[in-house]
């Protein structure tokens, strides 16, 4: 991601979405063998044996029909999980999107040039959206370079969300708009929408096929700062966005001929000028960015369409022009004859005005809380010197900091990206294993050639599974198959997905520990945990340091994210102590 742009493109950024692999289906058997060593951390023997039982019974039984349905749903389809895995992790959900579902934080890391300075909000906004602007127009004309693990390319279709995208509510299932063409597919929206106290401002960043200088989209932010100034606030419709969603999709009818065409075609991206009010972020659009008053920069995204790593590689794009440019616009401070931002004014009544009120009231009493630090004594470059994978390190820390801290080891989530095959996105990755457990285990016993032994078979086993994952192996997504399977046809749930150790260990979405790594780059995000009882765990990886973002509900008396993160810390001193003591 240094170079995410050439100025004279060998590579087109979609040209190898049609020659890339369909997602392979694994195996039964070797996806059964994986769901038994991935449980076993968290039974008893006696649970072990009924739970080994149930999966025995399973794959000689009614798994074989359902894998051979699997099979042969993949030969109609390039990617057999894309459309179920929409469906099933995002748009049939009816709980509220925001919070429980969208992520936040991804935006440029300002500390290079922009320290937090009141009086600047407007300027840099201007100069952060005509980049944002340059980013859209590199994927407009696809001069953003393709990504590659290594000589493999990888899918980019998740890029084409990040624009003119927005979900729209359904009574019982949601849907997701896409405007954005490439210039080679013809015309797409280019306009802006600013949101500022409950209030909807539009303008087109595109002017005689030339997009809006930063002095032009200062003009018209300034131009929307005055108009909202000394004057009452909007009726906010864009709260009902943090509703549950069947309630969100009755109101959204009555608001449709008012809202929804007018709303849905000028989207493009959104600026936020507050923060923390959900009237001034639309929850369902791709992407918000969020201008703070103190000159800083934040992002609401719904997670629906794509994964955070589109944010991360928009933000670092955006990011290292500000560096390279010291934050500031040297080109022309002409300001070309143009009209003003357009008001788009939505006639409410009472009833929506109360939906308003209730949507406002449940926002804000969300419990959610959220501690972000930067872990400043070593980074990627002491760890790589131990021949240690980073994020395998991180990843073990937060299980020996999890098992310090609740006696006991946390079902975990990894992010494993999947684009290496056709709309890939993601599989579970489990780092809790019972190599990371027995390590957890040995950390608290005095002997240190035990631990060394140990942290090296979890270091290894982690590696093996992250591989495989990556690579169509994984079994998390494949069992998520045969279970829609088994739903659609209206055959009886198999006992496999209703044997209480298969959501002990973090089947169906229960998993303790919800993780991701943001990569390591400069940008960083968070997320909501995936249970009452869990953390959202999310990092990045630098070359001196790691940043670390953990989520908790208050509401839970089992967790506190800023004890976590303490014990984090303890644990990243004694692996690394470990691994120098160990040569390893």
């Keep these: 991601m240094t170079s995410q742009v050439s100025e004279f493109p060998a590579e087109r950024t979609f040209q190898y979405q049609h020659s890339l692999p369909s997602l392979p289906v694994p195996s039964l058997e070797g996806s059964l063998a994986k769901y038994l060593d991935a449980v076993r951390p968290f039974a008893t023997e006696e649970e072990y044996q009924v ?29 057999w999980l894309e459309e179920w895995w929409l469906d099933a992790a995002y ?54 370079d393709p990504h590659k693990a290594g000589n493999v390319a990888l899918d980019m279709d998740q890029f084409r969300m990040l624009f003119c995208t927005c979900k729209v509510p359904g009574v019982t299932k949601d849907t997701i708009i896409n405007y954005f063409k490439t210039e080679s597919e013809g015309p797409c929206p280019s306009h802006v929408v600013v949101m500022c106290r409950g209030r909807f401002f539009s303008f087109d960043a595109v002017c005689d096929s030339h997009i809006l200088t930063p002095p032009e989209l200062l003009r018209h932010l300034t131009h929307v700062k005055q108009c909202c100034e000394g004057e009452p606030a909007g009726d906010g419709v864009a709260a009902l966005t943090s509703e549950e969603r069947t309630r969100w999709a009755k109101v959204c009818v009555k608001l449709a001929s008012r809202l929804e065409s007018r709303m849905r075609s000028k989207y493009n991206m959104t600026r936020e000028a507050l923060t923390g009010d959900p009237t001034i972020r639309w929850g369902d659009k791709s992407y918000n960015s969020i201008s703070f008053a103190d000159g800083t920069f934040g992002s609401n995204c719904d997670h629906a369409p794509f994964e955070g790593m589109v944010l991360v590689t928009q933000g670092y794009y955006v ?83 999890y098992y310090r801290q609740h006696g006991r080891s946390g079902s975990c989530y990894e992010t494993a990206m999947t684009r290496r095959f056709y709309h890939g996105r993601t599989e579970t990755m489990r780092p809790c294993t019972l190599e990371a457990q027995n390590w957890c285990h040995t950390m608290l016993l005095p002997t240190a050639s035990v631990r060394r032994k140990a942290l090296l078979l979890a270091f290894n086993k982690h590696n093996k599974l992250m591989a495989e994952a990556q690579n169509g192996k994984g079994f998390d997504r494949y069992l998520l198959g045969l279970y829609l399977i088994a739903k659609e046809e209206g055959l009886p749930m198999p006992d496999l997905f209703t044997d209480p150790l298969y959501s002990k260990s973090g089947g169906g979405g229960n998993f303790t520990l919800s993780t991701s790594l943001a990569g390591y780059t400069t940008v960083h995000g968070v ?36 004890t976590l993160f303490q014990n984090l810390v303890t644990s990243l001193h004694e692996m690394l102590h470990l691994a120098t003591t160990a040569q390893l």
């Excluded at 039982?53 to 074989?64: H, L, N, P, S, T």
């Design 51 to 79: 739970t080994a039982a149930i999966v025995k019974r399973f794959g000689e039984g009614i798994g074989k029909d359902l894998h051979q349905k699997l099979l042969q749903r993949a030969r109609t389809r390039r990617n």
């Design 527 to 562: 997320g909501v945990p995936m249970v009452h009882h869990g953390y959202g765990f999310f990092y990045r990886i630098g070359d001196d340091r790691i940043v670390a973002s953990c989520s908790a509900w208050k509401s839970s008396p089992e967790t506190d994210a800023e």
């Design 319 to 401: 990011d290292q022009q500000l560096k390279a440019t010291d934050g500031k616009w040297k080109g022309s401070e002409t300001v070309r004859p143009m009209p003003l931002p357009e008001e788009l004014v939505f006639t409410v009544d009472d009833r929506v005005r109360s939906d308003v009120a209730h949507a406002k009231h449940q926002y804000f009493e969300t419990d959610l809380q959220v501690v972000c630090y930067a872990f400043t004594s070593f980074g990627k470059a002491a760890i790589k010197q131990k021949k240690l994978h980073p994020d395998t390190f991180i990843q073990l820390a937060l299980q020996l900091a």
């Design 91 to 144: 748009l049939e959900l009816r709980y509220p999107s925001q919070l429980n579902v969208n992520f936040g934080g991804p935006a440029p890391y300002l500390e290079h040039c922009w320290p937090p300075t009141e009086g600047v909000q407007l300027q840099r906004t201007s100069i952060s959206m005509w980049h944002t602007l340059q980013y859209w127009d590199l994927l407009r004309t696809e001069r953003l």
